[in-house]
């Protein structure tokens, strides 16, 4: 998907840990005078479809890699921290739906790539859907999963008791790589960020989309409306969408069911039938909620 640059040397490298949190490769480059972190697959084929993970709600890209590294040897995958989140510098402009789907598209050119698979979680979602509606040259397909935003997360007040019960259902890891990101990102960044976030359009851009989208909801996910109801308005318009549900997860399927949601990911890819690993656990399922009628039928 079109010529990639090498990653230039960066004098930000002196900040890199020790420990990588990653088997992916941990590099910096530098856009618009930003300083930018990322990860990106060390060992991909050269002709590798490209595939770029966009995190959520003031987190770095970390809590994705669980899912990233597991599609890492069949995609060229790259993890970046958006401008304003995670290890990457800030700039003021950073706290908008469309200034971070334009940083998203501005790292895709600073890595020369000229078209990609966009899969977000949560926030990462309307950023991706806002690529897509505004830059629709540059994404293949979109996966979106636990897309946040709208009139169910408001007010504040709403979201934050949205939150509270989710976090008792997420992996309890999942608070290490969590609160370190939120603490960083900050209050004044948090309220900036939540307005910006409800008040997107996202379910009329996702239903006007003309690309393959995959959309893979929790079943346990506090933040987002019973499927049923997901469906009932997907119904109502022929749309490119297809939505699984995963039954046992919450919200942040992308660390808490990694082999799941690499799993249908992959199906999505190839237009394959989703269907269930056997070797799951009896209390993990996938079910197709809705195919719209211009997404790609699956492949016998």
Not at 81 to 88: A, H, K, M, N, T
């Amino acid at each position: 998907m079109g010529n990639r640059r090498p990653t230039p040397q960066s004098p930000q490298a002196r900040k890199l840990p020790r420990r990588p949190a990653s088997t992916l490769a941990e590099r910096w480059t530098r856009i618009d005078d930003v300083d930018v972190f990322y990860r990106e697959s060390p060992h991909a084929p050269p002709d590798a479809r490209v595939m770029a993970h966009i995190h959520g709600f003031g987190l770095s890209g970390r809590y994705l890699l669980p899912t990233a590294e597991r599609l890492a040897d069949e995609f060229h995958t790259y993890v970046p921290d958006l401008p304003g989140f995670g290890r990457s510098g800030k700039r003021r402009d950073m706290l908008d739906i469309p200034d971070l789907a334009r940083a998203a598209v501005d790292f895709l050119d600073d890595r020369g790539v000229e078209k990609a698979t966009l899969v977000g979680n949560s926030m990462g979602c309307p950023v991706i859907i806002e690529c897509a509606h505004r830059y629709p040259e540059r994404v293949d397909r979109a996966v979106l999963v636990s897309p946040a935003g709208g009139l169910f997360n408001q007010p504040l007040r709403r979201a934050i008791r949205q939150l509270s019960a989710d976090a008792p259902r997420e992996p309890t890891r999942m608070a290490r790589v969590a609160v370190p990101d939120y603490v960083r990102f900050g209050v004044p960044s948090t309220m900036r960020m939540f307005r910006a976030l409800t008040q997107y359009p996202s379910l009329e851009r996702l239903l006007e989309l003309r690309i393959p989208t995959l959309v893979v909801l929790g079943q346990r996910d506090p933040l987002l409306p019973h499927a049923h109801r997901i469906d009932e308005i997907a119904s109502q318009t022929d749309s490119h969408v297809l939505i699984v549900l995963l039954e046992g997860a919450a919200h942040a399927i992308n660390f808490s069911h990694p082999g799941q949601l690499a799993h249908v990911i992959r199906l999505f890819m190839d237009d394959l039938p989703i269907e269930n690993d056997p070797e799951w656990p009896g209390h993990v399922r996938l079910y197709e909620v809705h195919r719209g009628t211009h997404h790609p039928p699956a492949k016998s």
